[in-house]
């Protein structure tokens, strides 16, 4: 397979580079590597299905807003690349489309993301078998700025009177919390909260 050639041909470039690295450092840069290279072959399918629905501007902006809260809230992944592919084209062209027209309230705004705002700081962050978050301490960092990047999100929701804009970001907000619930993780058959399976006297 292409991807695991590349990661294998980058994996062996960084060892022999730095040869101090221990085994879950390697295992951390594998696991982002990982993300990067499955986010571009994706991201490339869906900017072309956004292009041809004429939403590629919207789709763009939607992805960066989640993109600010994935790297430290994490979240449920599919256990096969073609059902990541549908669920990823699925909220990146969805959502897109639909924000162009919502017209949403403020009260409404506002009680969409006090729920996702509790449920984040209760949930998040969701770790994944591949990744699992032992260190207690950086769990509590992960959360703190996921919390952070949540409410300076959520003030753009707010203050913008752009329909459009501020939908596409509030659509990050919750589809972000959706994927951090251990409800979803039960559906889509991953396993929830990987960091007890493991000694306390491990660290990520």
């Known amino acids: 397979m292409i991807k695991k050639r590349f990661l294998?041909?980058?994996?062996?470039?960084?060892?022999?580079?730095?040869?101090?690295?221990?085994?879950?450092?390697?295992?951390?840069?594998?696991?982002?590597?990982?993300?990067?290279?499955?986010?571009?072959?994706?991201?490339?399918?869906?900017?072309?299905?956004?292009?041809?629905?004429?939403?590629?501007?919207?789709?763009?902006?939607?992805?960066?807003?989640?993109?600010?809260?994935?790297?430290?809230?994490?979240?449920?992944?599919?256990?096969?690349g073609w059902q990541c592919l549908i669920v990823?084209?699925?909220?990146?062209?969805?959502?897109?489309?639909?924000?162009?027209?919502l017209m949403l309230s403020i009260i409404i705004k506002i009680l969409i993301l006090l729920i996702c705002f509790v449920l984040i700081i209760l949930y998040a962050p969701a770790d994944t078998p591949k990744h699992p978050l032992i260190h207690k301490e950086r769990?509590?960092?992960?959360?703190?700025?996921?919390?952070?990047?949540?409410?300076?999100?959520?003030?753009?929701?707010?203050?913008?009177n752009n329909y459009s804009l501020s939908n596409l970001v509030l659509s990050s907000i919750v589809m972000q919390t959706i994927l951090i619930l251990p409800i979803t993780y039960k559906i889509m058959n991953v396993r929830y909260s990987n960091?007890?399976?493991?000694?306390?006297?491990?660290?990520?």
């Open 139 to 160: 769990r509590k960092k992960y959360k703190i700025i996921t919390c952070i990047t949540t409410l300076i999100l959520s003030f753009i929701v707010l203050y913008y």
């Open 8 to 80: 294998n041909n980058v994996m062996k470039l960084i060892m022999d580079k730095n040869p101090n690295y221990d085994q879950n450092t390697l295992l951390e840069i594998k696991y982002g590597l990982e993300l990067i290279y499955i986010s571009i072959t994706k991201m490339f399918i869906i900017c072309i299905l956004a292009y041809i629905l004429g939403i590629l501007k919207e789709m763009l902006i939607i992805v960066i807003s989640y993109n600010l809260l994935r790297p430290t809230a994490f979240g449920v992944h599919a256990n096969k």
């Open 88 to 101: 990823t084209s699925f909220m990146f062209l969805i959502f897109p489309f639909l924000s162009k027209y």
């Open 195 to 204: 960091y007890k399976y493991y000694t306390s006297g491990l660290k990520n």
